[in-house]
């Protein structure tokens, strides 16, 4: 999907890790939310408390989720889940564009 239609958009931003990561929230008809945002060149860590499932618009990114051993590459058009309660580790060097559609 291109794009978001009927949703209701927060016009504060998120900013996470000092600007290194900014997105806004999305309220969807159906009642669920999600993020569209930027992650700037970094490695950082989140937290998770709802299950998420985050898809790659533009750019790539290396993951580590929690208690795996190996970071698996993702580029535009492909997508990772992430269980609620749970963390990963996401490292990109340029800027990587996604939505993080949370469950």
């Not at 930027?38 to 950082?44: A, D």
């Not at 618009?57 to 993951?63: I, K, P």
């Not at 580790?89 to 800027?95: G, M, P």
Request: aromatic share 10%; with cysteine.
């Amino acid at each position: 999907m291109a794009q978001f239609d009927n949703v209701s958009v927060k016009k504060k931003a998120n900013i996470y890790f000092g600007g290194k990561c900014v997105s806004h929230t999305i309220l969807l008809p159906n009642g669920t939310r999600s993020t569209v945002g930027v992650i700037f060149p970094s490695t950082l860590t989140f937290n998770t408390q709802a299950a998420e499932v985050m898809e790659i618009l533009a750019g790539e990114c290396r993951v580590k989720l929690h208690g795996a051993s190996e970071w698996v590459e993702y580029k535009e058009d492909q997508k990772f889940s992430v269980p609620a309660n749970s963390s990963f580790e996401i490292e990109t060097s340029d800027t990587l564009h996604y939505v993080c559609h949370f469950e």
